[in-house]
């Protein structure tokens, strides 16, 4: 009987031990979505473009593109109830949702929250991305769906589906957790404009936005983020490359952004392999700058290391008409002989060597 005991001891201790894997799909209602939001909320039409872009080399736009070019919405989750109200909640359609946890974390310290949206459900299952979540004790959230995937109103529902799940998964600090944002092409309608409104996020990725308009956020400027561009990608192209690079230029010239941003040289609309340890390396090291490591989210929100400008170090910007893999000299924001204003913002020297080597070789070769 001794064997069969012991066997069965090692089968309900695996089990124990076994990766959390969750999902859920819920009916939302289309007023959720960005799209409806712009439509029916009156933001499409708001007049608070204030003009920041109209500096910059190409030219000032007609009333129409300002208007157009301005994601820095003034809406209140009142006034998005009201227009609900008014207009109706539009069709139901399936959000599907996606937690695990390693099965080592028995305190998720943050959590990587992932729109489903093009490359979204590949980054999910990364492998190199569960490795992280494993040494860093983080959990993985996704959701894909069109209520959500291109972003979403009112910030809470994400915070209610954490809370949600978990409890179920039985790690109630989700509701409290730091999180990591990643969006690709209108994704970034998630990860760039979330920021703005909410104090739990450590950092954040746009991967090839398909409207670099919508990373311009002021409220999310001492948020940690990174845009990455496709050299060959033609949503970089419209309505040019320089203009499409000026919205993190002027964050930065304007707001002091703690931003950087990356072109991939010979590389479309999709990430690929030698993209991923640009973003890795960028969830890592923003990760340990601000999020400490006494951090308990079962005693309530975290509150994350605020960063200064001062103690990153600076990047030369990606030049449009030279192209191609470019060598972009970097260094301490005190030594830095380049325009401090625009360049990119690096949070340290290991990142800053990272993000070179990206750009100069399209690739990350160093462990």
Same mark, same amino acid.
């Given at each position: 009987?001794?064997?069969?005991?012991?066997?069965?001891?090692?089968?309900?201790?695996?089990?124990?031990?076994?990766?959390?894997?969750?999902?859920?799909?819920?009916?939302?209602?289309?007023?959720?979505?960005?799209?409806?939001?712009?439509?029916?909320?009156?933001?499409?039409?708001?007049?608070?473009?204030?003009?920041?872009?109209?500096e910059a080399k190409w030219g000032a736009p007609s009333p129409q593109q300002a208007v157009e070019r301005s994601w820095d919405w003034k809406l209140t989750d009142e006034q998005w109830q009201q227009a609900v109200k008014e207009k109706g909640e539009g069709k139901k359609e399936d959000v599907k949702f996606d937690l695990w946890v390693p099965e080592q974390t028995t305190v998720a310290k943050g959590i990587v929250v992932i729109s489903g949206h093009g490359s979204g459900e590949a980054l999910y299952k990364?492998?190199?991305?569960?490795?992280?979540?494993?040494?860093?004790?983080?959990?993985?959230?996704?959701?894909?769906?069109?209520?959500?995937?291109?972003?979403?109103?009112?910030?809470?529902?994400?915070?209610?589906?954490?809370?949600?799940?978990?409890?179920?998964?039985?790690?109630?600090?989700?509701?409290?957790?730091? &999180?990591?944002?990643?969006?690709? $092409?209108? %994704?970034?309608?998630?990860? @760039?404009?979330?920021?703005?409104?909410? #104090?739990?996020?450590?950092?954040?990725?746009?991967?090839?936005?398909?409207?670099?308009?919508?990373?311009?956020?002021?409220?999310?400027?001492?948020?940690?983020?990174?845009?990455?561009?496709?050299?060959?990608?033609?949503?970089?192209?419209?309505?040019?490359?320089?203009?499409?690079?000026?919205?993190?230029?002027?964050?930065?010239?304007?707001?002091?952004?703690?931003?950087?941003?990356?072109?991939?040289?010979?590389?479309?609309?999709?990430?690929?392999?030698?993209?991923?340890?640009?973003?890795?390396?960028?969830?890592?090291?923003?990760?340990?700058?601000?999020?400490?490591?006494?951090?308990?989210?079962?005693?309530?929100?975290?509150?994350?290391?605020? &960063?200064?400008?001062?103690?990153? $170090?600076? %990047?030369?910007?990606?030049? @449009?008409?030279?192209?191609?893999?470019? #060598?972009?000299?970097?260094?301490?924001?005190?030594?830095?002989?380049?325009?401090?204003?625009?360049?990119?913002?690096?949070?340290?020297?290991?990142?800053?060597?990272?993000?070179?080597?990206?750009?100069?070789?399209?690739?990350?070769?160093?462990?």
């Amino acid at each position: 009987m001794k064997p069969f005991f012991l066997v069965a001891a090692l089968l309900l201790a695996n089990l124990h031990a076994a990766d959390i894997e969750l999902t859920e799909t819920l009916q939302l209602p289309e007023c959720h979505s960005l799209g409806w939001v712009r439509a029916n909320a009156q933001v499409k039409g708001q007049k608070n473009w204030n003009g920041v872009l109209d500096e910059a080399k190409w030219g000032a736009p007609s009333p129409q593109q300002a208007v157009e070019r301005s994601w820095d919405w003034k809406l209140t989750d009142e006034q998005w109830q009201q227009a609900v109200k008014e207009k109706g909640e539009g069709k139901k359609e399936d959000v599907k949702f996606d937690l695990w946890v390693p099965e080592q974390t028995t305190v998720a310290k943050g959590i990587v929250v992932i729109s489903g949206h093009g490359s979204g459900e590949a980054l999910y299952k990364h492998p190199e991305l569960r490795k992280i979540a494993r040494e860093l004790h983080l959990a993985i959230f996704k959701f894909v769906g069109n209520p959500m995937q291109r972003g979403f109103w009112p910030r809470s529902l994400l915070y209610e589906r954490l809370r949600t799940f978990g409890q179920r998964a039985k790690h109630p600090e989700l509701e409290n957790a730091p &999180l990591f944002l990643y969006g690709h $092409s209108n %994704g970034t309608g998630f990860s @760039a404009i979330f920021p703005a409104e909410s #104090t739990r996020v450590w950092g954040w990725v746009s991967m090839r936005p398909g409207t670099a308009y919508q990373v311009y956020q002021p409220g999310a400027a001492q948020i940690p983020g990174l845009v990455i561009f496709g050299e060959d990608d033609a949503f970089f192209a419209r309505p040019s490359k320089e203009e499409n690079m000026g919205v993190v230029e002027a964050m930065r010239k304007k707001h002091n952004a703690l931003w950087n941003y990356a072109v991939e040289p010979k590389t479309g609309h999709g990430p690929g392999d030698k993209t991923w340890p640009l973003v890795f390396s960028f969830l890592r090291h923003t990760f340990v700058a601000r999020v400490t490591a006494d951090a308990d989210p079962l005693k309530g929100p975290v509150k994350l290391t605020a &960063l200064t400008v001062e103690s990153g $170090s600076l %990047g030369k910007n990606w030049d @449009a008409k030279q192209g191609g893999y470019q #060598t972009l000299t970097t260094g301490p924001f005190a030594s830095f002989a380049g325009d401090k204003a625009t360049a990119s913002w690096l949070i340290n020297a290991d990142y800053a060597t990272d993000w070179q080597m990206f750009q100069r070789d399209g690739k990350i070769t160093r462990p």
